[in-house]
C-alpha cells in the first residue's frame, strides 16, 4: 500500500456484487471432495443395510454417514468418529426405550431427553448431544424394526463407512491449508504497511488502524490452524496422502512461528501508536519496518514455492543485523528505542517460519 492511498476503500454495492456466481463457484471448487465422501458413504450404507443386512429402510445408515462427515473444512477422523459414537448413543437409547416403553408423543419427549443428558453427561460437545438427539428422534419416530436394535446396526455400518471413506478418499489438506494461509498472510500485510505508513507520515491515525487489523488477524490464524489440523490428522490414516505429510509438517511449523509473529506484531502496534503521538515522521524504522513486512510477504510465497525460504531468510538476517537500538538510532528518545527493540522479537519468529532453529534465529540479533 502506497502512502497516497486512502485510510478507506470504497466497497461495490452494486448488484452485480450482490449476484455474483463467483463466491458459490468458489464454494463448489471448495466442497466437491465432501460432497463426493457423503454420496458415496451414504449410498454404501445404504446398500449394506437393504442388500446385504435385508433391512427394509436403512435410513438411519444412510442419515449416520452424511451428518458424520458434513461439508465443514474439520473432517479430522477424531471427529467424525466421536459423531459417529454421538449418533449411535443416540439409536442406542432410543431403541432401548422403545422396546420398553413403546412410541407416541410422550415418549418421544423421553427418547430426547434422556438422550441429551446421557450424551451431556458423556460428552463435552454440545454438537455430540444434537447429533445423538436427531438420531434418537429418527429412531423413534420411524416405525417399529422387524428385529430390535437392528437400527443400531445401520447406524455401526453408516459411521463406519464415513471413517473407511474419510481414509480413502480423503479431502485435499494442502488446498484448504494453503487457501486460509493467504488469507491470514493478506491480513498480516495489511497491518504490517498500515503501520509502515504510521511511522512515515508520523500518522497516530494510521498506527492505530494498523494494530485493530493485527488484533483482528486471529480469527484467519484459527481458521488456517482448524485446517492445518484436520489435514494432519486425516493424513496420519490415510495411504493417499503419505506423501503429504512432510509438507504439512511445514506448514505447521510456518504456523506456530507466524503465530508469535502476530502477537508480537500487536506489540509492534502499540509501540508505533505511543511513538506517533507527536505526529513527527520516523524514516529509519519505517524503513526497517517496510522490509520485515515485505519479508512477511516472501515467507508466504513459500508456503507454495518452498525456494522462497532462504530468499526470505537472508532478507531478514540482513534486517536482523541491524536490530542495534544504540547503533541504529544513537540520539533517538527512548520511546523509539524500545520500537526497535520490539522489532526484535518479530523478526525473530520470521526467521523461524523461514525453517531456522530458533537458537540460530536468536543469535542473529546483535546483542545489547
Do not use: C
Not at 481414509?167 to 495489511?190: H, K, M, Q, V, Y
Not at 505429510?245 to 501508536?273: K, P, Q, S
Amino acid at each position: 500500500m502506497s502512502d497516497s492511498q486512502p485510510i478507506t476503500q470504497a466497497v461495490p454495492v452494486t448488484w452485480r456484487s450482490r449476484i455474483s456466481p463467483r463466491p458459490g463457484l468458489a464454494r463448489l471448487r471448495q466442497s466437491w471432495i465432501a460432497v463426493a465422501q457423503i454420496v458415496i458413504a451414504a449410498t454404501g450404507a445404504y446398500l449394506i443395510g437393504r442388500y446385504v443386512l435385508g433391512h427394509e429402510t436403512p435410513m438411519i445408515a444412510a442419515t449416520v454417514s452424511i451428518s458424520s462427515l458434513g461439508l465443514a473444512r474439520d473432517a479430522r477422523p477424531r471427529l467424525v468418529a466421536e459423531t459417529v459414537v454421538g449418533m449411535l448413543t443416540g439409536i442406542l437409547l432410543s431403541e432401548a426405550l422403545r422396546f420398553f416403553v413403546g412410541t407416541g408423543w410422550w415418549q418421544l419427549a423421553l427418547a430426547l431427553a434422556v438422550t441429551m443428558l446421557v450424551a451431556r453427561f458423556l460428552s463435552p460437545s454440545p454438537q455430540f448431544a444434537i447429533a445423538a438427539a436427531i438420531q434418537s428422534a429418527i429412531a423413534m419416530i420411524l416405525p417399529l424394526a422387524p428385529v430390535p436394535f437392528s437400527r443400531l446396526l445401520d447406524g455401526v455400518i453408516g459411521g463406519i463407512l464415513a471413517v473407511t471413506i474419510t481414509a480413502l478418499l480423503p479431502r485435499n489438506p494442502a488446498a484448504a491449508t494453503i487457501r486460509e494461509a493467504r488469507a491470514f498472510f493478506s491480513g498480516f500485510d495489511a497491518a504490517g504497511e498500515r503501520l509502515v505508513a504510521a511511522l512515515r507520515r508520523g500518522d497516530r491515525l494510521r498506527a492505530e488502524r494498523g494494530l485493530e487489523k493485527a488484533r483482528a488477524l486471529q480469527a484467519p490464524l484459527d481458521a488456517w490452524r482448524v485446517s492445518l489440523e484436520s489435514g494432519r490428522s486425516v493424513a496420519r490414516i490415510s495411504p493417499f496422502l503419505r506423501g503429504r505429510r512432510a509438507e504439512l509438517e511445514r506448514y505447521a511449523r510456518i504456523l506456530h512461528a507466524m503465530d508469535l509473529a502476530m502477537r508480537n506484531l500487536r506489540v509492534v502496534g502499540r509501540r508505533i501508536v505511543y511513538v506517533t503521538e507527536d505526529r513527527e515522521p520516523r524514516p529509519v524504522p519505517a524503513e526497517v519496518m517496510s522490509g520485515i513486512v515485505r519479508a512477511a510477504t516472501l515467507v508466504a510465497a513459500s508456503i507454495e514455492d518452498i525456494a522462497q525460504e532462504p530468499v526470505a531468510r537472508e532478507s531478514l538476517l540482513a534486517i536482523a543485523r541491524r536490530l542495534d537500538p544504540a547503533k541504529m538510532l544513537p540520539d533517538a528518545t527512548l520511546g523509539e528505542q524500545a520500537l526497535v527493540s520490539a522489532l526484535r522479537p518479530l523478526v525473530v519468529d520470521l526467521l523461524v517460519a523461514t525453517g531456522m532453529p530458533p537458537g540460530e534465529a536468536r543469535a542473529a540479533i546483535p546483542r545489547i
